[in-house]
T-cell receptor, first 112, second 110 residues
Framework: GAGVSQSPRYKVAKRGQDVALRCDPI?????LFWYQQALGQGPEFLTY????????KSGLPSDRFFAERPEGSVSTLKIQRTQQEDSAVYLC??????????FGEGSRLTVL | AQRVTQPEKLLSVFKGAPVELKCNYS??????LFWYVQYSRQRLQLLLR??SRESIKGFTADLNKGETSFHLKKPFAQEEDSAMYYC????????????FGRGTSLIVHP
């Protein structure tokens, strides 16, 4: 079947705008992760879901960041009042809890 | 806390030369180590994991708990190996959240 799908692939936002990034994981994958990847850096953990439960959100950099996965499938990462430092690629990955992550292509956010 | 260190940002070699991409980790428990690869204009994907002890595309990696390392090696690099390589660590028990290194860009020249 299809892999992990993320949208939009590219988003340009003015500082102060709210943005929503969507992730559609592989069907049947119970675990879903969000990572933030700044230019020249590795993926940095943001938050983790098992089904609809958000088990860890320790990586969210501020209370402007919010993630949900209400039905245990599609997830949305929302960033309120975007700042320039939020500019990054946001990666979503899903897993069957075997250790291997399956990544989407990422959503590149640019905040002007 | 778990940490992964990839000391080289860039590794440049000629085709046919041996390659070693370094990865060191710190973790107090029992680790599980992975190498992920991202080819140009493709998504990040698993290359290999230490528990499977496989050779993938000619690459191998051995977990050295004494030196807390998981270096990726290939005896003869090919141009198609040019990519970003990320080392990642999770715990082998309990809740796991993979931690990634900053990545090493491998360029293989013809």
């Amino acid at each position: 079947g299809a892999g992990v799908s993320q949208s939009p692939r590219y988003k340009v936002a003015k500082r102060g705008q709210d943005v929503a990034l969507r992730c559609d994981p592989i069907s049947g994958h119970v675990s879903l992760f969000w990572y933030q990847q700044a230019l020249g850096q590795g993926p940095e953990f943001l938050t983790y879901f098992q089904n609809e439960a958000q088990l860890d959100k320790s990586g969210l950099p501020s209370d402007r960041f919010f993630a949900e996965r209400p039905e245990g499938s599609v997830s949305t990462l929302k960033i309120q009042r975007t700042q320039q430092e939020d500019s990054a690629v946001y990666l979503c990955a899903s897993s069957r809890n075997t250790g291997e992550l399956f990544f989407g292509e990422g959503s590149r956010l640019t905040v002007l | 806390a778990q940490r992964v260190t990839q000391p080289e940002k860039l590794l440049s070699v000629f085709k046919g030369a041996p390659v070693e991409l370094k990865c060191n980790y710190s973790y107090s428990g029992s680790p599980e180590l992975f190498w992920y690869v991202q080819y140009s204009r493709q998504r990040l994907q698993l290359l290999l994991r230490h528990i499977s002890r496989e050779s993938i595309k000619g690459f191998t990696a051995d977990l050295n708990k004494g030196e807390t390392s998981f270096h990726l090696k290939k005896p003869f690099a090919q141009e198609e190996d040019s990519a970003m390589y990320y080392c990642a660590l999770t715990s082998s028990g309990g809740s796991y959240i993979p931690t990634f290194g900053r990545g090493t860009s491998l360029i293989v020249h013809p």
